[in-house]
């Protein structure tokens, strides 16, 4: 696949992203959200992939939020069409695991895409920040809300309101990102994480995130029905009498993802 703005690449069964324009820090404008949108989907259509990593390219932005430009331009039914919120809805309903590693600045919509990963690994000179409000308007693809549900309603404000950017060792104190790590180990420390996520069955995997995302957005008993219809889907599976049975024998177990 050839962008402009963009790089896609496979590692095995990992597919990357890598937003390619550093000489803006990796900026979003539309362009470049409908080409990641189109790499996102030809990786979920190819059944090698099971994990898909988004960063940036260069060494000071993973991505550095929406050309300004193009917002100065935007009209009210823009707020509903643009397609970022779209695409990272997308990104968080995603059957495959999606991982941000964040290598820089992830500012604005930069942020918002790291929220809709599943998981976030930072270098230790990776800052957050959604700084929105300084132009009159809010985060509004999915950072009001997927910030709030991630560290609080408290801190979401603070971060909101204010537009203060966050370190890399503040984002995890709060539990923004799950590890921060050298920038040079950066996409080691990715490919260990996603490694480990590969080993698992792949059908279980797929249902503990459906379990995980559905049950946070409702009562308690009714995400504990969700977790238990999983289950019973997965006591059907071949894979969990491969799981089972290469534990009892002390070996490794050969998933099929059925």
């Given amino acids: 696949m050839s962008f402009d703005n963009i790089l896609v690449e496979k590692l095995g069964s990992i597919g990357v992203i890598k937003i390619n324009r550093p000489s803006v820090r990796n900026a979003l404008d539309q362009d470049t959200i409908t080409e990641m949108e189109e790499g996102f989907e030809a990786l979920e259509r190819d059944d090698s992939i099971g994990v898909i990593v988004f960063t940036g390219t260069g060494d000071k932005a993973f991505a550095a939020g929406a050309d300004i430009k193009q917002v100065r331009g935007y009209q009210p039914m823009d707020a509903i069409s643009f397609g970022m919120s779209r695409f990272y809805q997308k990104v968080e309903s995603s059957p495959k695991v999606t991982i941000a590693a964040v290598n820089g600045y992830a500012l604005g919509g930069g942020s918002e895409l790291a929220l809709s990963c599943d998981i976030r690994i930072a270098s230790e000179n990776a800052k957050f920040g959604l700084p929105e409000l300084n132009l009159a308007v809010i985060p509004a693809a999915g950072g009001t809300q997927r910030l709030t549900r991630l560290i609080g309603k408290s801190r979401a404000l603070d971060i909101i309101l204010t537009g203060d950017m966050i370190t890399a060792a503040e984002a995890k104190e709060i539990g923004l990102v799950s590890a921060v790590v050298p920038a040079e180990e950066l996409c080691r420390a990715v490919e260990e994480k996603a ?49 089972t049975l290469a534990f009892l024998e002390k070996r490794q177990a050969l998933f099929i993802g059925k």
């Fill in 195 to 243: 490694g480990k996520i590969l080993a698992k069955g792949p059908l279980a995997v797929r249902l503990a995130k459906l379990a995980v995302h559905s049950g946070a957005e409702t009562d308690i008993q009714t995400g504990i029905l969700i977790e238990q219809l999983a289950q019973a889907v997965l006591y059907s599976s071949i894979d969990k009498e491969e799981g």
